[in-house]
């Protein structure tokens, strides 16, 4: 069973390719454009079950049926959730740290980092989204950026790419799931117990053999908490469990190298999660304590007449949280064997292409340490190479590209640098050689 909900963060890998779940999560956060029509249903929207009623999926298995689950806010719009966040900051004064440094339109510089504070501590980060480390693979400023300047994030989501790409990933999941329930949820609590239902409930379905999408996969990775949402799992008919994640572009051509690298980060962490899940590495301390969720939390009425239909005896988030362990536990679940990209073009749905990523455990923790070094302030953030050709064309596609101080100062060292050369190139044709003999 799929969740219009995911937890992740970011909307955007690299500016061009979105994922199905990013896509769905930025419409039914209402972060679309108010002439665009909102996915998700107005506060107190009833729970209507989905009874058996089953869809055909589309993709490698067609015979595979899902089931689907519509999760409504408590009926705040972001801008009323904003506008009641600021009310608090005005209200206490220097007790209330925002989330992010916001900042003022006239404000030219920022700081980029914060001496004795990593950016978990700075941005009040107690795990992270799979997502996020796409981002951080395109360029580190642009993620430092994105939290200390929201406003410019959330117009970037509103990009006409991304509402074209939307309108993809939305027929495909309504093809998938059209006899899906809407479930209004009011407590964090009721938000994170609707995914880790879903997954209990898609467990058996991928043990059958059938499609799943929209699948959740958390855990501990080199000691820090991550979420994230697959776009599929089934399993080929040579018996291959594979993980698919689709990308909408607005070429009508695979992704550059730079580009893709991100989409193939993202694919192998989400196996990462995926195999420790099914191997017994999830534990309830853990969960709890990185998400910041109170085991002892009753679920709402809606939830709980939800949760009695699918004959779920839990009642609080730790009695979701130990049954969705024994789920786990006894299920027959193996590590995904395959993983795969599938890129389609935004204005037609064509299919562009599809790339089978090839997983290097050691190569990618590797990497993901690196990554981790950023979050934990042990490295300072690393941008563009503004010199390397292959990575300088990035900054044309970026929205904090006339403000970014990064970018402006390693043009001025560049500067620099080249007169420097110049000079000594002038230098060395304008100086004698002492060594040349001159003849008789």
Not at 186 to 192: S, V
Not at 205 to 224: I, K, S, W
Request: aromatic letters at 6%; hydrophobic letters at 35%.
């Amino acid at each position: 069973m799929n969740s219009k909900t995911t937890p992740r963060d970011d909307p955007l890998d690299d500016g061009c390719d979105i994922s199905n779940a990013q896509l769905i999560r930025i419409l039914s956060e209402r972060l679309a454009p108010s002439d665009q029509p909102s996915l998700t249903p107005p506060a107190g929207t009833s729970l209507t079950p989905a009874g058996t009623s089953t869809s055909l999926s589309a993709g490698a298995d067609q015979h595979s049926p899902t089931l689907g689950v519509c999760v409504v806010n408590d009926g705040q719009s972001l801008a009323k959730k904003e506008e009641r966040i600021d009310g608090q900051i005005k209200k206490r004064g220097h007790k209330v740290v925002a989330p992010f440094e916001r900042l003022s339109n006239n404000r030219s510089t920022v700081t980029l980092s914060v001496p004795d504070q990593s950016p978990m501590e700075r941005f009040s980060k107690h795990h992270l989204n799979v997502t996020q480390l796409c981002e951080q693979s395109w360029c580190e400023i642009k993620v430092v950026y994105g939290f200390l300047k929201p406003h410019m994030k959330r117009r970037e989501m509103r990009r006409p790419a991304v509402m074209t790409g939307a309108s993809i990933h939305l027929a495909r999941e309504l093809e998938a799931n059209p006899d899906a329930v809407t479930v209004v949820v009011h407590t964090r609590e009721d938000r994170e117990a609707l995914k880790l239902i879903n997954l209990i409930q898609m467990v058996p379905a991928l043990e059958a053999g059938q499609l799943v999408r929209e699948f959740p996969v958390l855990g501990v990775l080199d000691g820090v908490f991550f979420l994230g949402v697959v776009d599929e799992l089934y399993c080929s008919k040579s018996g291959d469990l594979v993980l698919s994640e689709l990308k909408t572009r607005s070429h009508n051509s695979l992704p550059h190298p730079a580009q893709a690298k991100g989409h193939s980060l993202q694919v192998g962490v989400y196996k990462l999660l995926f195999d420790s899940m099914v191997q017994g590495s999830m534990k309830r301390d853990q969960l709890l304590h990185f998400l910041k969720l109170r085991p002892h939390q009753a679920f709402g009425s809606e939830l709980q007449r939800y949760a009695q239909k699918l004959d779920l005896l839990a009642v609080t988030f730790g009695d979701l949280v130990d049954h969705l362990l024994v789920v786990l536990h006894f299920s027959n679940l193996q590590p995904i064997d395959k993983l795969c990209l599938e890129y389609r073009h935004q204005s037609s749905g064509v299919l562009i292409g599809n790339r089978e990523v090839e997983f290097e455990e050691t190569q990618l923790r590797a990497e993901l340490r690196d990554y981790l070094a950023f979050w934990r302030g042990e490295r300072e953030p690393h941008g563009v190479d503004i010199e390397d050709i292959e990575e300088a064309w990035k900054c044309r596609m970026c929205p904090y590209e006339e403000s970014c101080e990064w970018r402006r100062n390693r043009l001025q060292e560049v500067m620099v640098d080249g007169s420097k050369k110049a000079k000594l190139d002038v230098s060395k044709s304008e100086t004698p050689n002492s060594s040349r003999r001159v003849p008789n």
